[in-house]
């Protein structure tokens, strides 16, 4: 049986320009992205790096089963974010839809009250805020769908790193697929023994996980030692002056550009509101607007 | 001067009760294909690792007298420079591998030397054509390759480095048939093309009389004997009073009473040559008792649309012992685990004790069928031997008492009484595959499936382990196993079910399937030495299953005095 075992995976088809582009340059623009959201919180803002995001995923032609678990992630997310923020915030605007006095716990000493306050802003409030998770989440699947691990670990060595990091990279990578082999290996060897994992009262879910992280860790440990003699058997030190890197992974002219296009996006995300008072995203407020009128 | 020199060399881990080697002393020349035999614990891999000079640097230990490796001490010389002369492949091919494909798995000893980007390319291809590996394999993950294509890089990572001596630290035990054949057939390619210097840790007495000029026997830490392979592979009886098994033909010339008994097939049959075979004594016949299994038009497709069983038509009979052979990937385990519940039929049905398992909980299934996995590890999940055994009988709600009885019980049955509060974490590999098939019994199920009972063990523990499925047979058990090994099949089974594809492609005796040179072929399962040889002594006869069963065939008075100069003794569990 196949299992999805790594972590990154790179679906898209090997002719697109992300499979092309440097890895840095994808960290790159997952951190500019990631910054310029946390940075930039009004609509308007949110709006254009959304816009960004769906651009890069669409150009990266990722396949929509690739991202299709980042986006049932993100609709639970958004759900359980925009229901909280509706009924735990109180911001009033100009239309108040609902408000409610709920008197939780009454005592001596005074009492807890929860108070429910829907008006037009904060509906907009959590719409603005499930806009950013958008923006995080998609920013992140483009990585991820589009990088594969070999491409990171290529990524960390042209930084020329110590050897140590990029080996405990790759080896953390190769630990992951071995451990979700061994998961199912256990979990399947629990349910011969007559455990049904996973089901029935909450006490013996835990009991059984608690089983089933025995030989996990075992698995761990053994398999540690195994792999530690085996790289010490080959010769591979970790400190070593000149060694070469096989792999020459240059930065292209598309690198450097959308390097340079996404280090102007954050420069004028932090700047444009110091020097103008407005965000970056008023020139789209003002588009809108005018549309609208 | 010789290539490698060992000297009366010592080593005791620290906190061990007994030193792993003591006063060992050999040499190898250069060019020269040396095997280490002996028994697990005997000091096999420690050598190894000293080889390297991983022991002293990797273990923490005393060591005494010297390990001299082109005249360089290994204990006191820079330890990269050893690592780059002696190159090492270990059991395990999934834990050998760091990088993510082929090519950068085989490159990155070479970038680590300071090569040169071009010449490390060069270096690559030539390595992966040395294991007989197409180009196109370079961009793939080496963990989607098989056990054999796996061994066959691990050793490409290696000869890129060029090391002038190969150890090779049991690299087959793990693989199937197939896989075990690529790798010899690289290890014979080396020895012939570049005259390589090789010492190869193995329990296969058959391939190590093929390939090895020389043996090594260990036991106990200590040379037990050493000489040219055939004189020592010859030695039948002092081989099994050290738990090493002969090559068969050698077994037999023992029985037969030859002078000099070899492990060279060819000569035995030349030796044996006119010789008239006995027709074989009439075959046990299948039990005449109900169905315990029922399968119908069994078909399985995984979630990513692998078709792993296609049709498969099956009734197995309460006290049957029956064999699923076949290479990996041909359904054996997915038969097997809907046998369990484990997996449910993509089409088709299984029927088990007259339940359909699809429609019963696999715990359920549980109470019927005992399941034991290839790797003890994955199984268990307790803390003390004693509590692992009654995990089984406490999730299927039985009273405390009656889990007590039967936990003592099945002590006594798999021999682990004296570990019962041990962790069995700390048990050895064939005591923990035991405690496996034990947490199994507890259950007391009708049929037991055991998926590879002895892979990786030596010849004694797959005895021990063997033995105890037997017993749980004559007890009244159907018991299922899935395994590669031929000989164990010939000697313990009643019936083989032949795999290839996801279908049944032959279901009968072990003499019937060994005799079907198409069945086999398409399998590729190779029968045990003796049932070969028989056949080329007389192929219209069926072929013999056992060394004891060949030589009365041939007329030879076999009695028990014999028969205890070829019965492996175990060194206690």
Known sequence: MTLEKSLFRAYVPPDAFVRRMHPLTKIAIVVVLNLVTLWATDPYSTALFLAICVALVLLSRSPLSAIRGFLLTLLGLMQLLTAAYILLSVKPGTVTYLERRLVLLSSSGGELVWHILISDRTIADALALDMRLVVLILAMAFFMVTTNDRDIVYGLRKLRLPLAVSLIVALIFRAISISVDDFYAVREAMRAKGADVGTGPIWRRVRDYVYLMVPLFVLVVRRSEEVSLAIEARGIPIRRPGRTVYHSLPFHREDWLLLAAFGALLVATLLIPRLTGASIGAPLRWLVESLWR | ?573
């Open chain 2, 1 to 573: 001067m010789s290539l490698i020199r060992v000297e009366s060399l010592a080593w005791h881990y620290e906190g061990a009760a007994e030193p792993a080697l003591r006063g060992v002393s050999f040499e190898v020349e250069r060019g020269e294909f040396v095997a280490v035999m002996g028994r697990t614990g005997a000091g096999k891999s420690t050598l190894c690792r000293c080889l390297n000079a991983l022991i002293p640097r990797h273990s923490r230990g005393t060591m005494e007298g010297r390990v001299l490796v082109a005249g360089l001490d290994t204990a006191r010389s820079d330890f990269y420079e050893i690592a780059g002369r002696v190159g090492m492949v270990f059991q395990d091919p999934e834990t050998q591998f760091i990088m993510m494909t082929v090519e950068d798995e085989i490159a990155l000893g070479l970038e680590n030397r300071g090569v040169e980007p071009q010449a490390i390319r060069a270096a690559v291809e030539r390595a992966l054509a040395a294991v007989g590996l197409p180009q196109s394999y370079l961009g793939k993950p080496p963990t989607e390759l098989s056990g054999g294509q796996k061994q066959r890089v691990a050793i490409a990572a290696m000869l890129a480095l060029e090391p002038e001596i190969l150890v090779l630290d049991e690299p087959t035990s793990d693989l199937d048939p197939a896989g075990k054949a690529e790798v010899f057939a690289i290890l014979e390619r080396l020895k012939a093309e570049r005259a390589a210097t090789v010492i190869l840790v193995s329990h296969d007495s058959e391939q190590v009389a093929r390939y090895a000029d020389r043996v090594l026997v260990l036991d106990q830490g200590r040379v037990a004997l050493a000489g040219p392979t055939a004189e020592v592979l010859g030695r039948v009886r002092e081989l099994a009073a050290l738990g090493i098994a002969a090559p068969q033909v050698a077994q037999l010339g023992f029985l037969l009473g030859w002078p000099r008994p070899a492990g060279d097939p060819r000569a035995a049959l030349q030796r044996l040559h006119g010789a008239r075979l006995a027709p074989p004594a009439a075959p046990l016949a299948r039990p005449e008792s109900e169905p315990a299994v029922k399968v119908q038009g069994l078909e399985h497709a995984y979630p990513d649309g692998t078709l792993a069983l296609r049709g498969v038509d099956l009734e197995l009979r309460r006290g049957e012992y029956v064999a699923i052979v076949g290479s990996n990937g041909s359904g054996k385990t997915t038969l097997a685990k809907h046998l369990n519940g484990l997996l449910r039929p993509t089409r088709g049905s299984v029927w088990v004790a007259g339940v359909e398992a699809a429609r019963v909980r696999p715990s359920e299934l549980a109470r019927r069928v005992g399941y034991c996995f290839q790797n003890p590890d994955h199984q268990l999940f307790c803390q003390t031997v004693e509590e692992e055994l009654a995990f089984g009988p406490r999730h299927l709600g039985l009273s405390e008492a009656e889990v007590r009885a039967r936990v003592e019980r099945v002590l006594e049955t798999v021999g682990l009484a004296p570990w019962r509060n041990e962790h069995p974490f700390f048990l050895g590999k064939g005591q923990r595959q035991r405690l496996a098939v034990g947490a199994a019994l507890t259950i007391e199920p009708e049929i037991i499936i055991v998926d590879e009972p002895t892979t990786g063990q030596d010849h004694a523990m797959c005895e021990e382990i063997m033995a105890l499925l037997d017993r749980l047979n004559q007890a009244g058990h159907t018991v299922v196993i899935i395994t590669h090994d031929m000989e164990l099949v010939a000697e313990h089974c009643r019936r083989v079910l032949v795999m290839a594809d996801g279908r049944i492609i032959a279901d009968g005796s072990p003499a019937q399937v060994f005799a079907d040179a198409e069945v086999t072929a398409r399998a590729r399962i190779e029968p045990p030495q003796v049932a070969r040889l028989s056949l080329a002594l007389d192929p219209a006869q069926p072929p013999a299953l056992s060394v004891p069963e060949l030589a009365r065939r041939l007329g030879a008075p076999i009695d028990e005095a014999a028969l205890q100069g070829i019965r492996l003794h175990t060194a206690g569990a």
